[in-house]
Structures are given as C-alpha cells and as structure tokens.
C-alpha cells in the first residue's frame, strides 16, 4: 500500500469558489504528479514536479496551479472554480532515480472526485 | 502520436471464469509496459511492469504478456473473484525522459459476477 494521501476525497462546491485539493506523500519521492481523469477515459498528465520549488505544466491544459514549497506535499488549486472543472484528480509520486531495471514506478492516491455545481 | 488503445472496453464474466484483456500501443521509443488495477474511486495500483526484454510476467492469479515486435500486450485473469472487478488499464511509458512519462490507456471495465 502506497502512503500517499488525498483530502478531500470527495467536495461539492459553487461555482466561482477557490479550492485547493491537497496531496501528500510520506515515502520522500521527488517526484510528484497531478493527473486528471473524466469516467470511462484515460488519465491526463496536468502538472508535474522534480522537487521542492520545480513545478511544470503536464500534456493538458488546465486552469489549476500547483506548488511544492515541501517534499511531501504538492497542493493544486482552482482560483475560481466552474462546471467544467468536474472531474477525478489523481496525485502520484515516484522516486528521483529508476529502479535496477531503468523504469520510475509511480504511487497513486486515491484521488478527488470534484464536483461543481 | 503515442497511443494506448484497449480492448474490449468492457467485459462481464462469471465468478470462476477466465479472461484476456489486450493492449496496442504505439509509444516510441519504448521503455515499459505496465498494468494497473483500478477499483471505482480510488487511485491505479500497479500489477505488473514489463521491460522490453521480458514478454510475460505473473502476478498472483494475473498473468500479463508483452509483444515488444507487434506492440501488444495481453492480460490474463485466472479463476476470476468478486473482487476483480475493477477497470484494468494499460500504460506505455517511453525512454529518453527523466520524467519517466506514461501513456494511458482508457482501460477495460471488468464485471465479476457470483
């Protein structure tokens, strides 16, 4: 079991509210990831970090920003959030080096489904 | 483009039953081919990772296989339980990134039923 954690797991809110989905992880990755996932579709690639104060935008645009002022922790928000922003977000992490067979295994969480109305 | 295309996108089988998920991918340069387990409302869990050299892999009742030569793989599910149910998805990662990106498939929704 992966110790990576997301809170909430699961938030209703109005449109035009700031909202920040928190993700945290304790087994000292580098690396750190933030994915989108509508039903039934593949994970999008939405932000990424190497490490404390390096942050970078993934494959899908999106209106969220990220930080990582702390190893373990690598928060997303929305300043104003709107229906579109409906979605799954998924956080992973992975170690800076690749494993004996050259691959970077990635720990998920267990995600936020985010809901606005 | 680097695709992940999965087949079939979903399959309902009975409890004790055996199946085969497939996988074509298109990524390039390949690094990696890996399976991930994914119950309704929670994060993917890895079940396998193959590398180019390997072309079959077990996990417990999981068995996945890897075609480097015609890009595919396959993912067999032995004597099949209730607790199987789940989206099995795909993932290609490619070589030549420090990120180790990785390529998604939209995965197959697998309904167990008693």
């Known amino acids: 079991e992966a110790d990576i954690y997301q809170t909430p797991r699961y938030l209703v809110i109005g449109t035009g509210k700031k909202i920040t989905l928190e993700c945290s992880q304790t087994m000292g990755h580098d690396k750190m990831y933030w994915y989108q996932q509508d039903p039934g579709m593949e994970l999008h690639l939405i932000h990424y970090s190497y490490g404390v104060n390096s942050t970078e935008k993934g494959d899908l645009s999106s209106e969220s920003t990220v930080s990582r002022i702390r190893t373990e922790h690598f928060p997303l928000t929305l300043e104003s959030a709107r229906p579109s922003h409906t979605s799954q977000y998924l956080c992973?992490?992975?170690?800076?080096?690749?494993?004996?067979?050259?691959?970077?295994?990635?720990?998920f969480g267990p995600g936020t489904r985010l809901t606005v109305t | 483009k680097n695709q992940v295309e999965q087949s079939p996108q979903s399959l309902i089988i009975l409890e004790g039953k055996n199946c085969t998920l497939q996988?074509?991918?298109?990524?390039?340069?390949?690094?990696?081919l890996r399976w991930y387990k994914q119950d309704t409302g929670r994060g993917p869990v890895s079940l396998t990772i193959m590398t180019f050299s390997e072309n079959t892999k077990s996990n417990g009742r999981y068995t996945a296989t890897l075609d480097a030569d015609t890009k595919q793989s396959s993912l067999h599910i032995t004597a099949s339980q209730l607790s199987d149910s789940a989206s099995y998805i795909c993932?290609?990662?490619?070589?030549?990134?420090?990120?180790?990106?990785?390529?998604f498939g939209r995965g197959t929704q697998l309904t167990v039923w008693p």
């Open positions: 993932v290609v990662s490619d070589r030549g990134s420090t990120l180790g990106r990785l390529y």
């Open positions: 992973a992490s992975s170690e800076s080096n690749p494993s004996s067979a050259g691959f970077y295994e990635q720990y």
């Open positions: 996988c074509n991918y298109t990524v390039s340069p390949f690094s990696n």
